[in-house]
């Protein structure tokens, strides 16, 4: 019997105690040992409950009960999680996490902590909820360089774009929609704005390099700017548009990103749609592996923190290998990367052919403008010929 | 350093090789060992070969050098890797297969005799090639019951199909076109009649059940009888017909069948199209997860194998838990199963209606003929209706 504490009581936190209970028997035999809730901490009261018997306030009574060997973390956020985490792992205690902002900022110290004392530290569902990716490359793309990571990594943008897609919708009544289903928050801005999406690049990033991908110099552009009219450009192409985060090893070292991108329907992330997460991985042997599944949601995201559970019982006493060391991988500048634009215009098809030169002009029957396609060409050099142009707006493409 | 043998030196045998020496360093940090090829086993010689050195024809040298830790076993078929497989585990030696006759007729067994050495019998690369499925299915999807398992396991026939889906040619001349592609064997029974697919959805069968499934009880149709006039019904339908092995909880228990099915272009596997494979795997808490890559190929199943090389050397001499049980599960009759069925009759509608009750009639343009959608019935059912009316032929509708 492994006894365990879930900081939090929020939608993941339930949801971990939920599964907990319901597939009580068959996580047993996964883990090869029972397992129970001692401790639920939260500040709130939650009477009627389940959780009530097991409810603490004071971290301190979790901390000090030597019987605790694993603290789930499903409070989010860096206070007080991270002085929580950090003191559970001092204390000789595994922790299981979902909160991509602890993982993102601290991971590597955390991992290096919890291997000192023969412990894990674990956060599969802090990227792409539900779906197996941090383990697939800790445990399964060891043979391989992995020469790219490309993941629609955010629900709630992929469900307004899709909305946008599907049905032509301009961006605030989607996204306003998207509020009322609860889908997004109220204050939306770490979703849309990409905020979200870079700390769990950040976090695929760092584990596939081995290194710290600081998300604070990764490039982050959302989708506010995006517009139905871009999504009727997007149709002429046979192309979507989707929140992508990237980090790929290009000519002069490793580059990632988060941004709107233009993909083909060839491309195997073209059909992932609404609240679903995907995540392509390239290996340099094993070629191109895709994940696919709820990226959020209660039930999903706790089922991928039981998981971890699972683990750390099957490893008590034993560090599972994760290659992510507190050194820092420096980036290579974005404006360096090369790719083809989408570009919308009021100029003349004079001035753009003699700025951009060769061209593919796409005719979506809008009129008063000008959508064209750029040769290859770094983030730098598309600036400068943009702003010499005047543009009313870009879309990279991926591929 | 660990040392290893290579048990077959052909198509995933020389990737190993090839895969173990390109990224060497890479393996030796994820595994935390060095990784070093002692022997490689084949009756043939290789001259010029960079594993001439190492090249050894009789696999006694292997079994009796107590410095080999782990046995590579990628021959395939039974004999003789059956008696090599279980001689090097009485040896108190790690297995890593791509074999997946053998895992499907022995894995319990194997799994049985690693364990009691404190050892470990690996399969990843036997199913779906290069895409992590086993070790997600054993290490991840461990918080959850998991209630279906349905996926494009052959990449053979599913180039074949995505050929005859998008170029409208017949099943003979595609046929012949990939075997000349190198896509098909000349022999090309196994895949084509489904004897492939079913090994591997038995085998994924039991890791879900914790049983073993027995293949020759799967209820198995190949795609020999699919015909271009099929695919103008699919593509007047919005479908795709796909080779597809699936095990499934339905009311009386746990129905499994490799057989060609009409996809809807919302299902996850609709837009997995030649020679890659794709599977989805459905938790009851987790809700579906698909998994999508290279099914074959000598790179992708050579990187499986050898993340099973890095695993075993981490796991040298713990048993991973792999829940695999030689107690049979027993199936649910196929013929019990309910579905829609697509028919093409050349009777009218009166007999079509009398026999079938309400149907949904699909108009593809052909003429002299009838295709219609039936209600949801039993194989079973279905079969009495089809013997009274007359058919042509019949396609089980997915989902």
Redesign the interface.
Known sequence: MIKVAILGYGTVGSGVFE??R??KD??A????EEIEVKYVLDLRDFPGDPCENVLVHDYNIILEDPEVEIVIEVMGGLKPAYDFVKAALDAGKSVCTSNKELVAKHGAELIRIAKSHNRNFLF?ASVGG???II??IN???????ICEITGILNGTTNYILTKMDKEGADFASTLKQAQDLGYAERNPEADIEGFDAVRKIAILASLAK?KTVDFEEIYTEGISNITDIDFKYAKTMNKSIKLLGKCKNEDDGVVASVAPRLLSQEH?L??VNGVVNGILVR????????????GA?K??T???V??D???AV?HLN?S??V?WDEEKLELEDFSKSKKHFFVRTKADKKDIESIFGNVEYVDAGISGETGFITEKISEEKFSEKADKLGIISRIRIEG
């Open positions: 599964i907990i319901e597939n068959l996580i035999a996964n883990a090869g599969e539900g779906i197996p383990r697939p445990m399964h793309i060891t043979a391989d360089k081995g195997p073209y059909n290996g340099n042997m094993v070629g191109d592996l895709v994940f696919i599944g709820s949601g039930l999903p706790a089922s991928a039981v998981s559970v699972v683990d099957r034993v599972t290998t290659m």
